[in-house]
Nanobody, 118 residues
Framework: QVHLVESGGGLVQAGGSLRLSCAASGTIWSINSMAWYRQAPGKQRELVAGITRLGSTNYADSVKGRFTISRDNAKNTVYLQMNSLKPEDTAVYYC????????????WGQGTQVTVSS
């Protein structure tokens, strides 16, 4: 069993910054891809950013140049540095990891609320 614990969400004014963290614990041999998704009220969950084990990254067009995803493989942790936040970034943010143990399985975090006020 693997548990993902997210932290770092909160309320911030437009133009501000937040840093999200997601730490995985449990039976883990290795972690392949790690990613952040978000879901705003009334909208579908969307990919914000992803990172491979070797550090290759991809971003949604809406966050390019403002958000940075990174990971610490020794700590099984993924981060999302969010700068120049906009009200439209308001959503619940979820981390997503592909864990390799006796099998390969994708896990989701519980979600952390990010609210950006105008």
């Amino acid at each position: 069993q693997v548990h993902l614990v997210e932290s770092g969400g909160g309320l911030v004014q437009a133009g501000g910054s937040l840093r999200l963290s997601c730490a995985a614990s449990g039976t883990i041999w290795s972690i392949n891809s790690m990613a952040w998704y978000r879901q705003a009220p009334g909208k579908q969950r969307e990919l914000v950013a992803g990172i491979t084990r070797l550090g290759s990254t991809n971003y949604a067009d809406s966050v390019k140049g403002r958000f940075t995803i990174s990971r610490d493989n020794a700590k099984n942790t993924v981060y999302l540095q969010m700068n120049s936040l906009k009200p439209e970034d308001t959503a619940v943010y979820y981390c997503n990891t592909e864990v390799v143990a006796s099998s390969r399985r994708v896990y989701w975090g519980q979600g952390t609320q990010v609210t950006v006020s105008s």
